[in-house]
């Protein structure tokens, strides 16, 4: 199988990190909206109405607002993201039972060390699988390694 990529730049990135950052001490999330070959075009923060941190819950307006901007312009909702305080950047139970999209790329970024790490799978039917993840404007060795088994 052939493992699905997802396309950041270095500024998508950061926007991901400090949302997840300023969510502390509960968990950060949004939307992706991109094209369908995994190109993000823009991060689209939202408050975690779950006010969790072992949770995270989009905003429904967040969420309507994104859909109707992503047909207006062409785009699709390519994926979530959100943050793990206390834990690796892989997918909970929780978030692999919750999973609502198998085409959606789930990005987790874990702030649980420092540097913090980014990392995006692809879950469909309950089967996690680690995605390339390329950061546009970084240098190779700081985007993310090829996916390992878990």
């Known amino acids: 199988?052939?493992?699905?990529?997802?396309?950041?730049?270095?500024?998508?990135?950061?926007?991901?990190?400090?949302?997840?950052?300023?969510a502390l001490p509960d968990e950060g999330c949004g939307l992706l909206l991109g094209t369908s070959e995994g190109v993000v075009v823009d991060v689209v923060a939202s408050d975690n109405i779950a006010a969790s941190a072992k949770v995270y819950e989009i905003d429904p307006k967040v969420l309507l607002r994104t859909f109707r901007r992503a047909d207006d312009e062409g785009l699709e909702v390519v994926g979530v993201f959100h943050s793990h305080t206390h834990s690796a950047a892989y997918p909970s139970p929780t978030d692999i039972r919750q999973a609502p999209d198998p085409a959606w790329h789930y990005v987790l970024v874990s702030l649980a060390q420092v540097p913090s790490e980014l990392r995006s799978y692809s879950i469909v039917e309950g089967e996690v699988v680690e995605e390339l993840v390329r950061v546009e404007g970084l240098a190779p060795e700081e985007t993310s390694p090829r996916p390992s088994d878990h």
């Open 1 to 22: 199988m052939v493992a699905r990529m997802l396309t950041i730049t270095a500024s998508q990135r950061a926007a991901m990190l400090a949302t997840c950052i300023r």
